[in-house]
T-cell receptor, first 114, second 111 residues
Framework: GNSVTQMEGPVTLSEEAFLTINCTYT??????LFWYVQYPGEGLQLLLK?????DKGSNKGFEATYRKETTSFHLEKGSVQVSDSAVYFC?????????????FGTGTRLQVFP | DAGITQSPRYKITETGRQVTLMCHQT?????MFWYRQDLGHGLRLIYY???????DKGEVPDGYVVSRSKTENFPLTLESATRSQTSVYFC??????????FGPGTRLTVT
């Protein structure tokens, strides 16, 4: 079945550093891919998404490109801020592109220090 | 206020008791979901609903019951709470099942 693997955290960075959080997936069909973010004490919210191969999702300075050849959807940001400290979840739509439910990775905690 | 709300936000209960977590959304979204969040497991789907009166099991449904008599409400009941059900529970809603809108969560402790 479909699955998502994320890099273990926490990722600890200084402000203005470059961020990469790795995400790889296993899927049948052509799923959509997502990054969700969870700020402390809150529910998850959609950060960005990509619906087909080579699409780039972007939002708030974050980017991720849907790479079918490497089955990856790595999250990047050129210059992180303290306010980016959160848990980031990679997700994909269900088997065979079923959009009834998403499958989430285990999350990667990002800590940014001034 | 518009959005998705959960109640209670915090709950402590004893093993064996029945407890119901409430979820209410004001967008008339067709889809609603219940997830639990545990360290090392990320989010795991408990139950979901594609429309009123339609529910289906997710990855970890055992010990939970749901109903959806109205589009806007999706309560989750733990029939006989166990310590392994101590977790943070998130409700979410969606138009299509892809972009989910999450509630603030309920932190449940079973003693």
């Amino acid at each position: 079945g479909n699955s998502v693997t994320q890099m273990e955290g926490p990722v600890t960075l200084s402000e203005e550093a470059f961020l990469t959080i790795n995400c790889t997936y296993t899927a049948t069909g052509y799923p959509s891919l997502f990054w969700y973010v969870q700020y402390p004490g809150e529910g998850l919210q959609l950060l960005l998404k990509a619906t087909k191969a080579d699409d780039k999702g972007s939002n708030k300075g974050f980017e991720a490109t849907y790479r079918k050849e490497t089955t990856s959807f790595h999250l990047e940001k050129g210059s992180v801020q303290v306010s980016d400290s959160a848990v980031y979840f990679c997700a994909l739509s269900g088997p065979g592109g079923n959009t009834d439910k998403l499958i989430f990775g285990t999350g990667t905690r990002l800590q940014v220090f001034p | 206020d518009a959005g998705i709300t959960q109640s209670p936000r915090y709950k402590i209960t004893e093993t064996g008791r029945q407890v119901t977590l409430m979820c209410h959304q004001t967008w008339s979204h067709s889809y609603m979901f219940w997830y639990r969040q545990d360290l090392g497991h990320g989010l795991r789907l408990i139950y979901y609903s594609a429309a009123a009166d339609i529910t289906d099991k997710g990855e970890v449904p055992d010990g939970y019951v749901v109903s959806r008599s109205k589009t806007e409400n999706f309560p989750l009941t733990l029939e006989s709470a166990t310590r392994s059900q101590t977790s943070v529970y998130f409700c979410a809603s969606s138009v299509s099942g892809e972009t989910l809108y999450f509630g603030p969560g309920t932190r449940l402790t079973v003693t």
